[in-house]
């Protein structure tokens, strides 16, 4: 797949970092990576390991103060959206990049109306009538799957249950058919049986739109199925990439194996104990020189504390930085 | 043999009235949260309890432990139906039922130290001289995994999986027998969940605790537990052993809930048959009339418009209440 295509978005060392009263958070630590047209990619990681920060700072909607990207280039179709003025960004927030966020309780305004919100989007983006803006906000509702468009568009958020503001937010997320749109936990609020339904419409929406997807969750099992690509975030580095297969069924990464066996399966034959990834993540006001998952591995080496390690690769597109995967390093067998 | 019954609820009801005007005595709409269930609980065991936001799962908990005061039903606890308790006597029964919150943040009062916390219980019920309750509290923290010089801070400085070991260490203080966890790991995060669940089995195993977790995430509750009830619209669906509910789901409702939890395995995940639930649980003031889950079954027949089915016993230790298994 590599090199044939172009990649839509393009991210080299991004650095976030926020400037607090006790100290600089250095969230996001330098992060590379791309993203393929038309293609899904999954972003995992703990909490405060800097996913949700990554998907700020392509949107560039990290506020400064207290928050700043210090460095890099996010590159969309060749234009490095950092070089950009704010109006310039303007243009192409919504239109080429939009976001799906976490809770849309609080991400809809609650004084307006869900049409309202939507032409908003539809008018600043496109220039058409007022007719044609309705017309295809109720287009648009129908394709997120909400039943009777024409009544919803006229209601306020708070009359909609949680799956049907998660859906009109994706209907805003999608209204200007972006290139990429980055959902940041959008399952994470709602009910199992309404998780199923939205995974099933992005699936949906990302072969009809041909809109790529960044999937920001915390939960591996919700990218297993949409996503082709899974990147796994730890303490503000990409910590391991593959494609799913690699990822899923050969991790290479001691954190990947952790967070892999620490959810239940609900066809797990026999009952297991669970295995926990002991202690915290690091404090990012001041991270561990080495790797910063050393304090937590157990198969950590002398080196682990002292050196952070480079990227391996063990096969055409999955990378790694760990050291047990140097030469000089033992062989360990990842505990199953 | 853990065979005793240690908690029997039967057809327990909890409806709450909708109160609206300036004179707020309009008993019009009620909301039928809980409509008449019956389930039973064994000693040492956990009952998991799953569902869909807006099922009931929490006002049983809440009714159970009479946080809630149940509108019909009876309440078995350990031979005594503490459903007709008064306060005072209730008093005495409630050492022995615990709860753990689900938001570990709401959950502790934040002007006071964990000592205070651990300890507050402990007066309540008088146990223990004053003088040991301080070691009693050094002795659970060291339990939870918790260092015992935490005592003199405050809930903020913890983080969500800390803050719910001293949940857990507050319910643990009066030495309960029996704990309802309100979806207690929900907040957390993956790698804390397990932690805190391991937690759960090991104090379950020292303690001979028993259980009833509420959680809406399906493989944590078929983790957890022995037996799973599972809930909608205020009434029980099914209930069977925990090992029986992913190979034999019986209820439509329950195959749905499961088909709809993501596996961790691209492979499965991928190439996986999934049965989509329509739209959202409906209200449960305007309940349908006949089966309640009807206008979202893709089973559903005539009868189901007309009759609502009754939990019934298909083999040992399985119910359900649908029309489709009946003889």
Redesign the interface.
């Known amino acids: 797949m590599r090199g044939k295509m172009e990649p839509v978005l393009r991210i080299k060392d991004l650095k976030t970092e926020f400037f607090t009263y006790t100290g600089v958070v250095k969230a996001v630590r330098g992060i590379d990576f791309s993203v393929n047209p038309g293609e899904a990619v999954g972003i995992v990681g703990?909490?405060g390991c800097g996913k949700t920060v990554t998907g700020l700072s392509i949107m560039r909607l990290i506020t400064y103060p207290p928050g700043k990207i210090v460095s890099g280039e996010v590159s969309l179709d060749g234009t490095d959206l950092l070089k950009l003025s704010e109006s310039e960004m303007r243009k192409i927030r919504g239109a080429k990049i939009s976001m799906i966020f976490q809770d849309p309780m609080t991400s809809l305004n609650p004084a307006l109306t869900i049409g309202f919100q939507l032409s908003e989007m539809l008018i600043l983006h496109k220039n058409i009538t007022k007719e044609e803006t309705k017309k295809k906000i109720i287009e648009l509702l129908s394709m997120v799957r909400i039943?009777s468009p024409e009544n919803v568009f006229n209601q306020y958020p708070h009359q909609l249950?949680?799956?049907?503001r998660q859906r009109a937010m994706i209907a805003l997320a999608l209204s200007c058919e972006p290139k990429i749109v980055i959902a940041d936990e959008p399952t994470t609020s709602v009910?199992?049986?309404?998780?199923?339904?939205i995974?099933?419409l992005l699936q949906d929406l990302k072969s009809r739109v041909n809109s790529s997807i960044i999937l920001i969750t915390?939960?591996?099992?919700?990218v297993?199925?949409l996503c082709s690509r899974i990147i796994v975030m730890y303490a503000g580095l990409i910590v391991e990439e593959g494609n799913?297969?690699q990822v899923?069924?050969n991790p290479k990464h001691p954190y990947t194996w952790?967070?892999?066996r620490?959810?239940?399966?609900?066809?797990?034959q026999e009952?297991e104990?669970?295995?926990?990834?002991k202690g915290?993540p690091p404090d990012l006001m001041s991270p561990p020189k080495g790797c910063p998952f050393a304090m937590r591995c157990s198969y950590a080496m002398k080196i682990c504390f002292e050196e952070r390690p480079p990227y391996f690769n063990s096969e055409e597109g999955h990378r790694t930085m760990c050291w047990l995967l140097d030469k000089r390093a033992q062989k360990v067998k990842r505990d199953e | 043999m853990e065979n005793e019954i240690i908690l029997e609820v039967q057809s327990l009801k909890k409806y709450f009235s909708i109160k609206s005007g300036l004179f707020a005595s309009t008993v019009g709409d009620t909301v039928k949260a809980v409509d008449d269930i019956s389930f039973k609980v064994k000693k040492g065991e956990t009952v998991g309890l799953v569902g869909e936001t807006g099922s009931g799962k929490t006002t049983v908990g809440r009714t159970i432990i009479k946080l809630y005061e149940p509108t019909a039903g009876s309440i078995i606890f350990e031979g005594i139906d503490i459903a007709k308790l008064n306060e005072n006597e209730m008093k005495k029964v409630r050492r022995k039922l615990q709860m753990i919150f689900q938001d570990p943040y709401a959950s502790l009062d934040p002007r006071l130290t964990v000592e205070d916390i651990v300890k507050e219980p402990m007066e309540i019920h008088n146990l223990y001289k004053p003088n040991e309750r301080k070691e009693r509290a050094t002795y659970i923290l060291n339990l939870l995994g918790l260092d015992p010089e935490h005592l003199t801070r405050f809930p903020h400085e913890f983080s969500g999986g800390q803050r719910q070991r001293i949940g857990l260490a507050r319910a643990l203080a009066v030495e309960p027998e029996f704990i309802v966890a309100d979806e207690p790991v929900s907040a957390l995060d993956v790698s804390i969940q397990a932690q805190i669940i391991n937690t759960f089995e090991d104090l379950q195993e020292k303690f001979n605790l028993t259980y009833l977790f509420i959680s809406h995430d399906l493989a944590m509750v078929k983790h957890i537990s022995n037996s799973i009830i599972v809930m909608y619209l205020g009434r029980i669906m099914e209930i069977a052993p925990s090992g029986e509910i992913y190979k034999k789901p019986l209820h439509p409702y329950t195959q749905a809930l499961i088909s709809a939890v993501p596996i961790p395995d691209p492979k499965v995940e991928k190439s996986r048959e999934r049965i989509l639930l329509e739209g959202d649980i409906s209200s449960n003031i305007k309940l349908p009339k006949g089966c309640r889950f009807r206008p979202r079954c893709k089973y559903a027949m005539d009868i189901c418009k007309e009759v609502e089915p009754v939990l019934e016993e298909t083999e040992a230790g399985h119910s359900v209440a649908c029309h489709l298994y009946k003889k």
């Open positions: 703990e909490s039943k249950s949680g799956g049907m009910d199992v049986t309404i998780q199923a339904q995974l099933n915390h939960n591996l099992a919700v297993a199925g799913d297969r899923f069924d952790g967070l892999l620490a959810v239940p399966r609900v066809d797990e009952k104990r669970l295995s926990t990834i915290l």
